[in-house]
């Protein structure tokens, strides 16, 4: 299994709400990471995950939270968003921890904040 | 210091030929080079990498051409096949575990 799941698909949210974004992987992998993506731009990272621990936060702002449970799933909490904030929202993962350096992203949740 | 340069925005090429797309990078202490391929709605799926000690590497139609000394780096795609059609990221790494994206480029390859 070489897959990186990510759910839910499509999320909308108003500025109010509080939602979650879940990643999970199955292959073994010790680091995991988020990224933003706008639409024609390069993936931008947001947080690294190394053997569950935060190892980078890119300076993102607090109304997004990273979560890592355990060795296989990463969460992404999200409150008082903004319109700007809608964007695609990829997960990573790679075998070593950061030093393993190929990445393997999911599909993606398309947010969109209303 | 930080940048991955690439060219071309955008690209077209019919069906049977070469596409090529270029990335150069400032960066000395970066030593993985990764290619990305993603189609639209999806994420980015890892294509083809190389490392700075070699300088070719070819995977199927895809070939990766790296010139340490100028800093750059190019993916060429043989035989190209509308099924190619995509956005393409090349990008660069240390061992810091963050990469550093190129801005990508379209390819459309025309039947």
């Known amino acids: 299994d070489t897959e990186v799941t990510q759910t839910p698909k499509h999320l909308v949210m108003g500025m109010t709400n509080k939602k979650s974004l879940k990643c999970e992987q199955h292959?073994?992998?010790?680091?995991m990471y988020w990224y933003k993506q706008k639409a024609k731009k390069p993936p931008e990272l947001m947080f690294v995950?190394?053997?569950?621990?935060?190892?980078i936060n890119e300076s993102v702002p607090s109304r997004f939270s990273p979560e890592c449970p355990n060795s296989s799933l990463l969460n992404l909490h999200l409150h008082a968003l903004q319109p700007e904030d809608s964007a695609l929202y990829l997960c990573?993962?790679?075998?070593?921890?950061?030093?393993?350096?190929?990445?393997?992203f999911g599909p993606g949740t398309r947010l969109t904040v209303t | 210091q930080q940048q991955v340069k690439q060219s071309p925005q955008s690209l077209i090429v019919q069906k049977g030929g070469i596409s090529i797309i270029n990335c150069a990078y400032e960066?000395?202490?970066?030593?993985?080079f990764p290619w990305y391929q993603q189609f639209p709605g999806k994420g980015p799926a890892l294509l083809i990498a190389?490392?700075?000690?070699?300088s070719e590497k070819k995977e199927g139609r895809f070939t990766i051409s790296f010139n340490k000394s100028a800093k750059q780096f190019s993916l060429h795609i043989m035989d190209s096949q509308p099924g190619d059609s995509a956005t393409y990221f090349c990008?660069?790494?240390?061992?810091?575990?963050?990469?550093?994206f190129g801005q990508g480029t379209i390819l459309t390859v025309h039947p």
């Open positions: 990573a993962s790679s075998p070593s921890g950061t030093s393993s350096y190929e990445q393997y």
């Open positions: 292959m073994g992998h010790r680091a």
């Open positions: 995950y190394s053997y569950e621990k935060l190892s």
């Open positions: 960066n000395t202490a970066f030593d993985y």
């Open positions: 190389i490392r700075p000690d070699v």
């Open positions: 990008a660069a790494s240390k061992d810091d575990g963050k990469l550093t």
